[in-house]
Nanobody
Framework: QVQLVESGGGLVQAGGSLRLSCAAS????????MGWFRQAPGKEREFVAA????????DYADSVKGRFTISRDNAKNTVYLAMNSLKPEDTADYYC????????????????WGQGTQVTVSS
């Protein structure tokens, strides 16, 4: 059973930056696609970004393109989300997800999810 633990959330002013991390344990991290999702209060969970097993493919939600960057370090079993030019509308709980199937990650149908880390962007 994989365990995913997010960290790096916090309070930041609009225009600022944060880097989220998601550490995985329990199975071969480098074989799995990873993704980030977010859920704001009162809203549905939404896709943010995904990265395939090698890092050779990434996808982003239109709302974060050009501002967020997903990356992974397979030697550290960790996936990152660098968030720049943050906006108040980026405020949400951020979750990482993992699945062997990249397209299931993008679709939000991953088999494994972390517990989330909170990001608050003040105006």
């Amino acid at each position: 059973q994989v365990q995913l633990v997010e960290s790096g959330g916090g309070l930041v002013q609009a225009g600022g930056s944060l880097r989220l991390s998601c550490a995985a344990s329990g199975r071969t991290f480098s074989s799995y696609a990873m993704g980030w999702f977010r859920q704001a209060p009162g809203k549905e969970r939404e896709f943010v970004a995904a990265i395939n097993w090698s890092g050779g493919r990434t996808d982003y939600a239109d709302s974060v393109k050009g501002r967020f960057t997903i990356s992974r370090d397979n030697a550290k079993n960790t996936v990152y989300l660098a968030m720049n030019s943050l906006k108040p509308e980026d405020t949400a709980d951020y979750y990482c997800a993992e699945d062997f199937n990249y397209f299931k990650v993008v679709a939000g149908d991953s088999g494994s999810w972390g517990q989330g880390t909170q990001v608050t962007v003040s105006s």
